[in-house]
C-alpha cells in the first residue's frame, strides 16, 4: 500500500483520527459492533421477515435490512458477501440469499438479475472446485439446497446447465444423508449443531421440530445459538416473542448488517483489536489507550463457571481467556495460568477441540500462542502446549487450511524467542486473514479496520526507509574511517546493523542513537578482535592498547591508528549526542568502558 508524498508525522494524524473514532476519553469504550464486518446472509434472512403489525400489506420487518442489501451488491459482479478463492461458496450463499430477500418483496429488480447472472456463471466453477478436492463442506450443502428451495417456492428461476444440475442433485443427495446421520443437537459434530441451520431446513423438517426449536431458544436472549439467520427462521415458524425480542435488539444495535453472531463478546472483540495493534505494530501509537483497557481487565477479572456451559460457548470462553493471558502477560501483568488452563480438567472440551480440529483450529492456535513465555514451575503451561501443538502439527489439516495457514507453520517452525517482531509485524500486515478472529457457520468472523491495516502499512514503510538510511551512513561511516579498506578479518557492517535494529525493543525513534551505538561498537569490536587475533604483531597490540589507556594515539601507525581513530569518533560523536539531550558529559564513562580492550 503506497502512500505518495505522506511525512512521518502523518502517521500520528492518522493515529489520532483513529483513537477519535474507536475510542472514548481515552477509556477503550468502543463499539464493538463497529469493527466487525456484516454478514450478507444473515442480513437477507432478517430482510424475508414479514411485519406483522400490518396484515393487510406485505411488508419487510426490518427495512433497513434490505437498504442494506440494495447498497452493497458488488455493482461489476453481482455478488454480495466477501469474494476471493476461500470465499467464493460464502459468496455464492450470500448472493443467492439476498436475491431471495428480494424476490420475495418484489424489490430490486436490477439488482436481482446481477445477482441471478453471476450465480448462474459461478455454480460450475465453485462447487467444480470443491469436487476437485474430494468434499463439498458441509455448511454449503445445507444453505445452497435449502436457498434453491426456497427460490423455486418464490418463483425465482434459474438457468443451469446438465452437467450443473447433475452437481446440485449431487448435493441434494448429500444434504438428505446429513440429515439423515446427524442429531439436532449433536454438538459435537462439525462445530455447529445441525440445528444452528435452521432457516435451510426443508419444509417438512419445520413441523416435526417445532417443539424441539423452542425448548433450544436462549434463556438469556431468545436466539437459536445466538445466529440471527436461525433465530429468524425459529421466529418466522414460532413467532416467539422471545425471538422477536432478540432480532429488534440485533438491528437497533446493528442497522448496516448484521453479524453472523449476535451478541458478540465485546471484551474479547476489544482483546481482539489490540492483538491486531500488537501483530501490526502499532502498540507505540496507542500505549495509553492499550495501558489502561489491560488494566482494565486485569483488575475486573472474574473466573466463568463453564461447567455448566454448553460446550460451544466453553470454546468461545477459551478463546478469550488464551488470547486475554497472553496479553496481559506479554504486557507485564501478573496473571495465573489457571485463568485458561482449566480446559485441562474439561475432558468435553479437550475431546471437542480434538474432533473438531478444523473449524476450532483459532482457538487451538491462541491456546498454544498463549504459552509462548513460560516461568519455572508452571506445569500447566507446559501441558497446554504440548496439547495444542500436537493438534496443530497435523499435516493434513495445516495444508487442507487456507485462512493462517501460514501464521500456523510459522508458529510451529520458529520459537517465540527467535522471531524478529519487525518481520512478523510485515507477515500479518500483508496476511489478508490476520484479521479473521473466529470461525461462523459459513465464514470467518473478521475485524474491520482497514484504517489500522494503512497505518501499519505506512508505518512498516517507513522503518524500511528509516532503516535503509541508516545503513547507508553506516556504511559512509565504515569507509571514511578506513574500517573497509584494512583488508583482514570479518567484514561485519550489514551484519552488526541488523543485529542492533532486530533486538531493539525500545519506541523506534528514541532508539535510533542506540542502534548507531549498537552497530558501530559491533563493528569496531569485530575488527579490534581480528587484529588482535590474526594481524597485529605483538609490538602493534601493544601499542594499540596503550594507546587506548592514555587515550592518546599520536604515535601509533597502520591498523592500530585506524582502528584507534574510529573509536574515538565513535565515543565523541556519542558522548556529544548525549550531551546535547541530557546536558551532561560522559566521555569519561565511555573511555573507562574501553579499558577492556587492554
Known amino acids: 500500500m503506497k502512500f505518495e508524498n505522506c511525512p512521518y508525522s502523518d502517521l500520528y494524524v492518522l493515529a489520532e483520527e483513529i483513537k477519535k473514532e474507536t475510542f472514548e476519553l481515552d477509556t477503550f469504550c468502543i463499539n464493538p459492533y463497529s469493527f ?16 406483522l403489525s400490518d396484515v393487510s400489506t406485505q411488508q419487510p420487518m426490518f427495512r433497513c435490512c434490505i437498504d442494506w442489501i440494495l447498497s452493497n451488491q458488488n455493482v461489476v459482479e453481482g455478488f454480495w458477501g466477501n469474494h476471493g478463492d ?16 428480494l424476490r420475495k418483496w418484489n424489490i430490486g429488480s436490477l439488482h436481482i438479475k446481477k445477482g441471478k447472472r453471476y450465480i448462474e456463471r459461478s455454480v460450475e466453477r465453485i462447487i467444480g472446485e470443491y469436487n476437485k478436492k474430494g468434499f463439498c463442506p458441509r455448511w454449503l450443502v445445507l444453505m445452497f439446497t435449502g436457498l434453491l428451495e426456497l427460490a423455486q417456492q418464490l418463483g425465482l428461476n434459474l438457468f443451469f446447465s446438465t452437467r450443473v444440475k447433475q452437481m446440485i442433485n449431487d448435493l441434494f443427495f448429500r444434504r438428505q444423508e446429513i440429515l439423515q446421520q446427524e442429531l439436532l443437537l449433536d454438538g459435537r459434530c462439525n462445530g455447529h449443531p445441525l440445528l444452528a441451520y435452521l432457516e435451510v431446513f426443508p419444509l417438512k423438517l419445520y413441523a416435526e421440530y417445532k417443539e424441539d426449536i423452542i425448548e433450544q431458544l436462549d434463556d438469556l436472549d431468545g436466539s437459536l445459538f445466538q ?20 432480532l429488534q435488539s440485533l438491528v437497533q444495535r446493528c442497522p448496516h ?25 502499532l502498540g507505540e501509537y496507542f500505549s495509553k489507550e492499550i495501558d489502561h483497557f489491560l488494566l482494565q481487565i486485569h483488575k475486573s477479572y472474574e473466573s466463568e463457571d463453564v461447567k455448566r456451559m454448553p460446550i460451544w460457548s ?10 486475554e493471558f497472553r496479553l496481559l502477560r506479554m504486557n507485564g501483568f501478573n496473571v495465573s495460568p489457571e485463568s485458561f488452563c482449566w480446559f485441562l480438567n474439561d475432558e468435553e472440551t479437550q475431546d471437542h477441540l480434538k474432533t473438531n480440529i478444523e473449524h476450532v483450529f483459532l482457538v487451538v492456535l491462541s491456546v498454544y500462542r498463549a504459552t509462548d513465555l513460560i516461568f519455572p514451575g508452571e506445569s500447566d503451561l507446559e501441558k ?26 510459522h508458529e510451529m517452525s520458529t520459537p517465540w524467542m527467535a522471531r524478529l517482531k519487525h518481520l512478523d509485524h510485515r507477515m500479518w500486515i500483508e496476511d489478508r486473514d490476520s484479521n479473521v ?23 512498516f514503510e517507513i522503518r524500511q526507509a528509516v532503516y535503509r538510511r541508516e545503513m547507508e551512513d553506516l556504511i559512509k561511516w565504515v569507509k571514511k574511517w578506513g574500517l573497509n579498506d584494512i583488508g583482514f578479518g570479518r567484514e561485519k557492517t550489514t551484519y552488526c546493523y541488523f543485529a542492533a535494529s ?5 519506541p523506534f525513534d528514541s532508539a535510533a542513537n542506540v542502534r548507531k551505538l549498537m552497530a558501530k561498537s559491533g563493528i569496531l569490536i569485530t575488527v579490534a578482535d581480528d587484529f588482535f587475533d590474526e594481524e597485529g604483531s605483538p609490538d602493534e597490540l601493544e601499542a594499540l592498547t596503550e594507546a587506548v589507556l592514555r587515550w592518546e594515539g599520536k604515535e601509533l601507525e597502520g591498523y592500530g591508528k585506524i582502528i584507534f581513530k574510529a573509536l574515538e569518533n565513535h565515543i565523541r560523536e556519542t558522548a556529544e549526542t548525549y550531551r546535547k539531550q541530557h546536558g551532561t558529559d560522559i566521555t569519561n564513562h565511555f573511555r573507562n568502558i574501553n579499558l577492556s580492550f587492554k
Not at 448484521?258 to 501490526?280: A, G, R, T
Not at 504440548?386 to 493438534?391: A, Q, V, Y
Open 384 to 409: 497446554a502446549k504440548e496439547f495444542s501443538r500436537k493438534l496443530l502439527e497435523k499435516n493434513e489439516f495445516i495444508d487442507e487450511k487456507i485462512v493462517l495457514s501460514s501464521h500456523i507453520k
Open 314 to 323: 466453553k470454546v468461545d470462553q477459551l478463546h478469550k481467556d488464551s488470547l
Open 227 to 246: 445466529s440471527p439467520s436461525a433465530t429468524a427462521a425459529a421466529f418466522m415458524l414460532s413467532r416467539s416473542t422471545r425471538c422477536l425480542a432478540y
Open 36 to 51: 466487525v464486518s456484516a454478514s450478507a446472509y444473515d442480513t437477507a434472512w432478517l430482510a424475508m421477515i414479514e411485519d
Open 437 to 459: 478472529i473466529s470461525i461462523g457457520k459459513a465464514s470467518s468472523i473478521r475485524i474491520h479496520a482497514d484504517k489500522l491495516t494503512r497505518l501499519a502499512s505506512r508505518n
Open 257 to 281: 448488517g448484521v453479524p453472523q453472531i449476535y451478541p458478540l463478546n465485546e471484551e474479547f472483540i476489544k482483546l481482539s483489536l489490540v492483538n491486531i495493534m500488537d501483530n501490526f505494530g
Open 502 to 506: 532486530s533486538s531493539t525493543s525500545l
Open 86 to 101: 476461500e470465499n467464493e461458496g460464502e459468496a455464492l450463499t450470500s448472493t443467492l440469499a439476498c436475491v431471495v430477500a
